[in-house]
Structures are given as C-alpha cells and as structure tokens.
C-alpha cells in the first residue's frame, strides 16, 4: 500500500499491522485501541497480564480491526523472534512497530545496582533494539515502516533520583534519531514520544501529594492522561506525518518546554 494522499480520512491506518509492546494497560493499551480505531489490525504484546491484554484486544475489536494478544517477554530476543513470527503468520509482516513496554525505579544513584541497572537498560533500551531488529527485515522489504519509540521527558530533562531511568530513557532518544538517518532510505521513519507524569499504574509508588505537586507544577494544571499520548502515536505512524523522521514530541502539559 503506498502512502499517498489517498488514505481513509476515517480509518486511515487500515491494512496496516501494527504491534504495541506493553499494550495491556496504561499507555500501550490506549494506543493498541487509538490504531485499531484508526483501522489497524494490532498485536497487543503483554508480559503477564493475560486477561488485561484480552479485555484490550476486545475493545480494539469492537472497531471492526483485527486484535490478537502475544505474551512475549522484549527483553528476551528469541521471545521476540516468536512474538513478529506469530505477527506475520496470523496478521501479516508488521507495518508499525511501537516500542512502548518499559520500567521505572526510582533510586538514589548510591543505591542503584548493577541489577537494578541492567533491568531498566534491558526493559526500555535493549527491548527497543531487539524489537527494531526483528521487524526490520519485512519492513526494509516492502518499503515502508514506521517506528515509534516511546521514551519520557526525563530522557530529555533528566529525572531527579532517576539516573538509570532517564539514562535508559535518553539513549532511546539516541538511537530514535540514529536510526532515522539509517532508515529514511528504506522509507521507514523514526520517531519517539517523551511523555510527561501520565496517570497508569507507572505511578502507583508516587503519593497522592506528590501527584498533586505535579499537577500543580505542570502549566496546563493536571496529569496527562493515555489517550494524550496515544494521539501522539497515532499522528505519527498517518499517512499526514510521512515527512516526519528522527523527532522527539513531547505530551507533558508544558511541564518541560
Ligand atoms: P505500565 O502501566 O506500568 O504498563 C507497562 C506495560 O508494559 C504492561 O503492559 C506490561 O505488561 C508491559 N511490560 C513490562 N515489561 C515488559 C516486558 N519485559 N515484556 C513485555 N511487556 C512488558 O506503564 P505505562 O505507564 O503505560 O508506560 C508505558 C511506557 O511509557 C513505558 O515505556 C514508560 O517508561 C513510558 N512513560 C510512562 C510515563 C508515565 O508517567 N506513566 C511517563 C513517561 C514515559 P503486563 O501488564 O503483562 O505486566
């Protein structure tokens, strides 16, 4: 399918597969369901939440798009392997990838181990990297791809006792940008989402009183929500947003400018 002009206005994602990592809850779940509504047949990939995952794929189903779930671990390459095997066979070679399964910790740096190092760079920067190159193969093939790489403003503005996060975070920018250079030839582009406080179960450890000086402290007066960030995501894999490549969007209410 090229990409031209004569999209669906209404469904203009159909024929397009797409999978989301992390799409049983929270944000991932919110853009499985904004591309499913937006006429994409979606994989909403999970680690171990079965029946939240399906409750998501039932609710993208009830756009007319077809849904299927994948548990499959991204920070295990052969997981991944078999989770764009499984895509392909049931759904077709993926058009859309969207990076979003990640981790936070909070940590003072003195207090942040190896282990703890190694998980937050594995969830959210190495999952990344295994993902991109299993489905790179099928996109570089039919020309067309588009990659969107779900980091956090602390990646841009680093995060306070969040040094491996935001380390994590940042180096996904990186490779956003490094990669769209790489792709831009092979018609696939690049983009990431730095989302600010969104309300999922990612801030369940913050208190209320913190989450109220975040409201506070962010311009537009409240948390973001999933679906502030899911239409993000979904302008950037439109058809309007094909000249788009190697950036980075921010939903954050104006908490970072
Ligand atoms: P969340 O509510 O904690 O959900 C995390 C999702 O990722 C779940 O679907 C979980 O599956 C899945 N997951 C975790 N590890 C996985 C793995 N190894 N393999 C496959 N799936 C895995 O998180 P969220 O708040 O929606 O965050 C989504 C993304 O946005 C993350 O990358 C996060 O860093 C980023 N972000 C979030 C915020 C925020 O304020 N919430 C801000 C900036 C950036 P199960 O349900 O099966 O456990």
Redesign the pocket.
């Known amino acids: 399918m090229s990409d031209s002009l004569t999209f669906s206005t209404t469904r203009p994602l159909f024929g397009r597969v797409a999978v989301i ?8 779940a919110a853009i499985a369901i904004s591309l499913a509504k937006a006429g994409a047949a979606v994989v909403i ?5 079965q029946a ?1 995952a399906e409750a998501v794929a039932n609710s993208c189903r009830t756009y007319g798009s077809r849904a299927i779930t994948v548990q ?4 295990d390459f052969h997981a991944v392997e078999r989770l764009i095997k499984t895509t392909a066979n049931e759904l077709g070679e993926p058009d859309i990838l969207i990076n ?5 910790r909070s940590a003072l740096l003195l207090d942040t181990t190896e282990e703890l190092w190694d998980e937050l760079m594995d ?2 920067l190495k ?1 990344p990297f295994f993902c991109v190159k299993t489905v790179l193969p099928g996109m570089i093939k039919k020309h067309f791809g588009r990659i969107v790489n ?1 980091s ?1 403003i602390w990646g841009i503005s680093g995060g306070s006792y969040e040094v491996a996060y935001s380390a994590s975070k940042g180096g996904l920018i990186a490779l956003t940008k490094a990669l769209a250079k790489e792709l831009g030839p092979s018609g696939i582009t690049v983009n990431a989402v730095a ?1 600010g ?2 309300e ?4 369940n450890d913050l208190t209320v009183d913190d989450l109220k000086q975040i409201s506070e402290e962010t311009p537009v007066g409240r948390l973001g929500t ?1 679906e502030d960030v899911a239409s993000v995501v979904l302008f950037l894999v439109s058809p309007g947003a094909s000249f788009i490549t190697g950036q980075i969007i921010s939903p954050n209410g104006g908490l970072v400018i």
């Open positions: 990592t992390g799409a049983s809850r929270g944000i991932g990939n999970y680690l171990s939440n939240r499959a671990d991204v920070t979003n399964a990640g981790r936070a969830a959210n999952a779900i956090s989302p406080a969104i999922t179960d990612m801030l999933p």
